[in-house]
């Protein structure tokens, strides 16, 4: 699971409201090169929620995100660079995501996130 | 400019669509290119519309060889220099053609290859020798090169045969002639046809069909393409083969997580073709997509073949509970949660249809597309014209049939998003939400194609004698 999911998941159990962020357990984690769009990198940063993967990357080892971040570092390409590491590059293999509300584990295994509900929680 | 697009005899429906979508996807590259009327289409003279020669006109050569490239189903398209009812026609026709568009290409330095073809029927090498000498009227300077040649020829020749070989019936014999702008490469078809691929699942996605799915949707570079129901992912292996990025989910953890094994699962299948892998597959129920609130405008595009019930039915989360209604919701046990097995229930096409159709709503970019099947029972589709499903959002710009079998077909759908989503329309659709969940049982036997396909043949509305000999769209 790369932190780009990460940043887009949030727990779902019916009556949860502040399902978001999950606060992410990593057991064992990997790098994967992904080739960097700049295009992309600028389109969906208006849509991540910074401090999550700020938050996600430190969890990870990745410490060189700013704590804050505005549209304006975006032309900067040592910044573009960073913010790629971390949405896409670092990759969660196994884990677990856990809801800040109820605590309840979703497992990540084989880096696949099990967001699937059990019957009481639908 | 107007030219001569000739296609492959396969899946007609989804043929102009096919050429419309990529001549936007190509304009829209472009600065100063209006996207309204970009496309248009003339038949020629006593031709079907199953006919494979179209005339198209396009905003530049640029664009119409970028079309013919990526293309699964363009052959070739071309400048058309003159066509005609027989050789006397023809010439004259060539003669009439301004010379300054040819001479350009008849040049002393260049190089050129005149390539005979025929449709609905057969010439042999010595007539095509014939013909090629036939056209000694054009003034060639340049030498011939069959390998690599810098300008190709075409002749094409369609005679008017009858409506009972199972080809369109063309009335009138024509022949064209013209210049290449740009030609199919249909080469990665075998590269990529399911034979060869690792992982496979009951209900892959044929890759001739996810490659015009991608097309469809404007998979590129630097979009990302999502597929709500991924299974062994080869729809986005289509659309990361053209640079998108993928992801995907899947309510069947099996698939997405351990296929058959390390070396056979959802990420081999990119790996095989040296493809960047999905940056997220995860398990996930449509019906209840783990989203986080306010998260939207994610996605370039949704592409999905949905589960309809025919050859795999779609599964949805809170299964018992609901299935044997008047029994009190189940509890799992704290001593069991971990590592539970929720059981799931039913999904009903129309449920499915509609969630799809909410996600996509909230989860693409303005501008963005949703492309996928959506089944019509042909007894349905036949007798009454075919009611697609509708949202606010979108606007439906193709729907491209596929006849499956007697019973039923499928309709790939291209819509695109229009509207931004509103809080009024959250609203509509939790309302609706839970309706379904309130008349489950109802919506199950609505949305139950299954039954109309394997039904018994008694009392079918459907004459098989009544058919026409030519059935194009089965090919």
Redesign the interface.
């Known amino acids: 699971m790369r932190l780009l999911t990460h940043n887009m998941l949030s727990c779902n159990i019916k009556g949860v409201t502040n399902g978001f962020p999950l606060k992410l357990e990593a057991d064992k984690w990997v790098t994967k090169e992904v080739d960097l769009n700049a295009d992309f990198l600028r389109g969906v940063f208006p849509k991540i929620e910074w401090s999550a993967l700020v938050a996600a990357a430190r969890v990870l080892g990745f410490a060189e995100l700013p704590e804050q971040a505005d549209a304006s570092m975006l032309s900067s390409n040592d910044f573009l660079r960073r913010f790629h590491h971390a949405l896409l590059e670092l990759h969660v293999e196994e884990g677990a995501l856990v809801c800040p509300e109820t605590g309840r584990k979703f497992p990540i295994n084989k880096g696949i996130p099990n967001m699937l509900l059990h019957e009481d929680e639908v | 400019m107007w030219y001569l697009c000739v296609f492959y005899h396969r899946l007609l429906d989804y043929r102009r669509p096919e050429v419309e979508s990529l001549a936007e996807l190509f304009a829209t590259e472009e600065i100063n290119c209006e996207t309204s009327s970009l496309v248009e289409w003339r038949l020629p003279e006593k031709h079907h519309i199953d006919s494979p020669f179209h005339f198209v006109s396009l905003p530049s050569q640029d664009i119409a060889r970028k079309i013919a490239n990526r293309s699964l189903l363009v052959k070739g398209i071309y400048e058309l220099w003159g066509q005609g009812t027989d050789y006397e026609e023809l010439e004259k026709a060539i003669k009439e053609y301004p010379e300054d568009r040819k001479l350009l290409y008849l040049t002393e330095d260049s190089t050129f290859k005149i390539v005979v073809d025929s449709f609905g029927k057969v010439i042999s090498s010595e007539e095509q020798n014939e013909r090629i000498q036939g056209l000694t009227y054009i003034p060639f300077k340049g030498r011939v090169n069959l390998k690599k040649p810098d300008h190709k020829f075409w002749l094409m020749e369609t005679d008017d045969y009858g409506s009972n070989n199972g080809l369109p019936p063309v009335v009138q014999k024509t022949i064209f002639f013209g210049r290449e702008v740009g030609a199919a490469n249909r080469s990665l078809l075998p590269t990529y046809q399911l034979k060869s691929r690792k992982y496979l699942g009951p209900t892959a996605m044929d890759a001739e069909m996810a490659f015009l799915m991608a097309n469809q949707g404007h998979a590129g570079?630097?979009?990302?393409v999502y597929d709500p129901f991924v299974g062994t992912g080869s729809i986005l292996v289509a659309a990361a083969h053209f640079g998108a990025?993928t992801?995907g989910a899947d309510?069947d953890?099996r698939v997405?997580?351990?296929g058959r094994g390390p070396n056979c699962n959802v990420?081999t299948n990119f790996e095989q073709y040296n493809l960047?892998?999905p940056?997220?597959?995860?398990?996930?129920?449509n019906n209840?997509?783990?989203?986080?609130?306010g998260?939207?405008?994610?996605f370039d595009a949704i592409i999905c073949d949905p589960p309809y019930g025919v050859r795999a039915g779609g599964r949805k989360?809170?299964?018992?509970?609901l299935l044997k209604g008047a029994v009190g919701?189940?509890?799992?046990p704290d001593t069991k949660?971990e590592g539970?097995i929720?059981?799931t229930a039913p999904y009903s096409l129309a449920e499915c249809v509609h969630d799809l159709l909410d996600l996509s709503a909230k989860m693409l970019?303005m501008g963005g597309r949703l492309v996928y099947f959506y089944p019509v029972s042909r007894e349905d589709g036949v007798m009454n014209s075919v009611k697609y499903p509708e949202h606010p959002c979108f606007k439906l710009i193709s729907s491209c049939e596929q006849i499956l079998s007697s019973r039923y077909s499928r309709h790939l759908l291209t819509m695109v998003k229009v509207g931004v989503y509103t809080k009024e329309m959250e609203e509509v659709a939790r309302e609706r939400h839970r309706g379904f969940k309130e008349n489950h049982a109802k919506w199950l036997e609505e949305g139950n194609l299954h039954s109309a396909v394997f039904e018994s043949n008694e009392g079918s509305k459907l004459d098989r004698d009544s058919k026409p000999k030519y059935r194009g769209k089965y090919v």
Request: no cysteine.
């Open positions: 570079p630097g979009k990302l990025m992801m309510i953890i997405v997580r351990d990420w960047s892998e940056v997220g597959l995860l398990r996930a129920d209840l997509p783990p989203w986080r609130p998260l939207k405008e994610m989360s809170g299964g018992r509970k919701p189940y509890t799992v949660r539970h929720p059981s970019v």
